[in-house]
């Protein structure tokens, strides 16, 4: 395969609250996404990062008794540091109070008002004053005046605005639904920006008065930029798209358009509809695909501080520590809302799901193997091959079967269809007990004149567990290293479609037992 650039992103993350398992899932499903893109062979730029601009933070820091900047910069470096705990491999961190950012996004809004994209207007509508977000008559109506997100009653406001011509894109934004029917995903999210397409889509306004907490619009410094604006624009300042001269432009501009914006399902608007139809003003081309997931919802309820099932950085850390990293990233990616419904978090379902899945399918077939082969075969790997020898079990052609994996596992990854290219990987695993299950090399084991059958049977399962272990790398990195090492097989450096290939597991080559992830009680 040809080498090409992969870029994926996640929302950049208000600093007026803390991280939470949110953040980390939609993040972990970017590092799931990025490793296996890496591990293909493709150039890969992952990003994330810090909103901080908007009214939230100045009231968040007012509260706090901190300047913005203080509390961004406290929280931002919060934002920064689960990165590293979580073992998430992302390229650059993008802060929106950062002099290159706020540089490049006043070139882009100057830009629009040259082109008349961006005029000066007066708005009335209603506005939701946590969201920082206006609605028009027909979804307020529906919403019954109030919040979907806090409950709060939304309030009548006009404003003297600069305004984005966002009607002007209907027709363009039509067509982009219509053409490209996978640029919203999952469909049923897709279907939804659809239906609001019916209420005619209104002009957006895209400055503020009433606070001064962000980027001053060009020529007019009683506007500040709207907090979406400035913040959306990340996914291109971040490859220095407006400003040619910079590093970031040199390095990073050919990576636009990204592959993956990922997000959760109550951001879509902005970027299903008002993202595109910025760049089209801008003549950039459009990303391939906005990926917006559900939502994490805990023991049954929306996760709520008051009621106590609140899963913040804390509790993340509590699993960790009680399963293991990879236990946890498993469990979020396999588990979580990634489809067109939310996912519930419950303690007793993690911990079934470790057993089922990790304990007694990933942890019991590798160490099972390994310790038939130091018992049987002094932990050398036997030849697969020997004259006649090459056991074929009905149902069993392993070189084909593993070849078929990686295909399903390479279009699925590539497709953001992490849940389906896991499941690819742990099919051959469940496989390989079946299969061992079924020629009983234990019995085998028991008769002399076996020996050659035995190898080939344990060489068959050695190698399709090193096959399975690297599909299953971008989810548990660790055990997976940790399995390889153990097998002296290689580490996968962006070739596995060489690397998985049948036959990779050296006969000779050393075997130590694993143990991967111990029962938890
Ligand atoms: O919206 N389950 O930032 P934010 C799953 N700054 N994912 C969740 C979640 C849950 N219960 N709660 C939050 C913002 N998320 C803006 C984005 S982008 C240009 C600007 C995740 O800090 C999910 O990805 O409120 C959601 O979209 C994001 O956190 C919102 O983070």
New binding site residues.
Partial sequence: MSKQTRYV?????????R?????V???TLCDVYARAMRSVGHDVFFLTG??EH?VKVEQSALEKGMTPQALADQNSAEFQSIMGMFNLTSDAFIRTTSSEHTKQVQTFVAKLLERGDVYLGTFEGWYDEG?EEYHTETSARELEYKSPISGKPLVRATENNYYFKLSAYQGRLEQLFETNPAFVRPSSRRNEVLGRFADGLQDVPISRTNFSWGIPMPSNDEHVIY??ID?????ITALGLGDHASDWYKERSEFWPASY???????LW??AVI?PAVLMALELPLPNCIY???????EGK??SKSLGNF?DLATVESYIEKYNMDAWRYYLVTQ??LGAT??DFVATRFQEIYNAHLVNTVGNSTSRVTAMLNKYFDGVVPPEVDGETRVEVTGFDWPTKCEAALLQWTSAMEAFELTKATEEAMGLIRDVDLFINDTAPFTLAKDESKQKELGAILYQCIETLRIAMLLLSPVIPSKTEEFLVAIQADLCIGNIQELARWGGAQPGSSVSKVALFPRVK
């Fill in positions: 992103t996640t929302p950049i993350y208000y600093v007026n609250d991280p939470h398992i949110g953040h899932y939609t993040t810090t909103d908007g969201q907090v979406w913040a959306l624009f990340n996914y914006h990922v997000i959760g399902k109550e951001i902005f970027h993202w917006a997931h559900s939502f994490w919802i805990s929306k996760m899963i979580g809302p939310d996912a």
